[in-house]
């Protein structure tokens, strides 16, 4: 079955650590999406990539970092600069009908790590 | 700025009362809009796309209807299992999704 993995599940971060949450797909789709989700507010995007080697800053790009080497893969660390982690970080992909901007093909999601802090 | 409202916040039904979730939107040159369900602690699964005015698409007990400012998620019916929270995002031309803060959605047996 077709679909987007992430991993851990939970992931607990110490002081002054870096953490590293996983993001797979193998639905063959180029865009993928990093949003984060908290209480009481809709998803807001962290960074989004279009294409391998890639990427853009989405509106709370602050403190976190991306990487994109591989199609499939789109991993999220979070740095020791981003003082509020505690959140649920969802994953998403989806295919491009267009070049340039953002797609407006649907987003499918993964389900989601939840980061704490220790 | 865009603005997407999604009302009311929570819904409880009795299985089998139908109602509506609204969600409205102040976006110039709409290119989408989505709706999803979540379900607690996983995340959101893709319902439908409407993409202009008119637009209207169904699938089992649920329907979307698309006008210039709003869009609702008629449920029909509704069961137990479609107790979930549904969240709706809009996207215009070049630029990303803006999602709203869901409507959280109880079906009582």
């Known amino acids: 079955d077709g679909g987007i993995t992430q991993s851990p599940k939970y992931l607990f971060r110490k002081e002054g650590q870096n953490v590293t949450l996983s993001c797979e797909q193998n639905?063959?789709?180029?865009?993928m999406y990093w949003y984060r989700q908290d209480p009481g507010q809709g998803l807001r995007l962290i960074y989004y990539?279009?294409?391998?080697?890639?990427?853009q800053k989405g509106d709370i790009a602050e403190g976190y970092s991306v990487s994109r080497e591989k199609k499939e893969s789109f991993p999220l660390t979070v740095t020791s600069a981003q003082k509020n982690p505690t959140a649920f970080y969802l994953c998403?992909?989806?295919?491009?009908?267009?070049?340039?901007?953002?797609?407006?093909?649907?987003?499918?999601f993964g389900d989601g790590t939840r980061l704490s802090i220790l | 700025e865009d603005q997407v409202t999604q009302s009311p916040e929570a819904l409880r039904l009795q299985e089998g009362e139908s109602s509506s979730l609204n969600c409205s939107y102040t976006?110039?040159?709409?290119?989408?809009l989505f709706w999803y369900r979540q379900d607690p602690g996983k995340g959101p699964e893709f319902l439908f796309t409407?993409?202009?005015a008119g637009e209207e698409k169904e699938k089992e007990r649920l329907k979307a209807t698309l006008t210039k400012k709003e869009s609702f998620l008629h449920i029909t019916a509704p069961k137990p299992e479609d107790s979930a929270t549904y969240l709706c995002a809009v996207q215009k031309r070049g630029s990303r999704l803006t999602f709203g803060e869901g409507t959280q959605l109880t079906v009582n047996p």
């Open positions: 409407l993409y202009s």
């Open positions: 998403a992909s989806s295919i491009i009908r267009s070049t340039g901007g953002y797609s407006n093909q649907p987003q499918h």
């Open positions: 976006v110039s040159g709409l290119r989408g």
């Open positions: 639905l063959n789709h180029d865009a």
């Open positions: 990539s279009q294409i391998v080697n890639d990427f």
